[in-house]
């Protein structure tokens, strides 16, 4: 992803309101954030716990959604829904976005079971534990990054099609 600023990112959310976007708080370590080896990128306000936020470039479009961690808790650990960690190094917890348009204003949401604190680049660039000789380590890592990348953008796709 490019870096984006804050102004940028705060102009480019969808199906909120104007009030949900002043009320967001960026991280204190948004400057040093590292957008270069990102498919997304996602945080938590730190003044709303169930709050949470993505970016992404959707279509040649910098696109922000807001999100809401449901209160019920998965009843055992679950994987995450885009970067498919087999680990389960990260909780994944279930987010609800507003869908686009005029059902999203009617409450219809989506959800989706997504590392809680969106470290999701992080756990596709990870190599096996194990691996045969000969394995081609590179093209593993590229698998799975490109199909964190195919996950988000249609999880996000799906969001903005009801838009009107
Ligand atoms: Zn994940």
Redo the contacts with the bound molecule.
Sequence with gaps: MNKYSQKQILDAFRGATRSEVKKVTFPLDFDDVDFDRREFYGWRDRKMPRRAYIVVEHDDELVALILNRAEAKPSRRAM?A????VDLS?E?VLYTVRRGGSNGRRGDTLGTL??SG???SK?ARKLPPAFHKGTDLKAIREEQVAGLRQRVHSFVAEVLSTED
Excluded: G, L, M, N
């Design positions: 995450c885009w970067c498919r960690d990260e994944a997504v590392c969106f470290s999701c756990h």
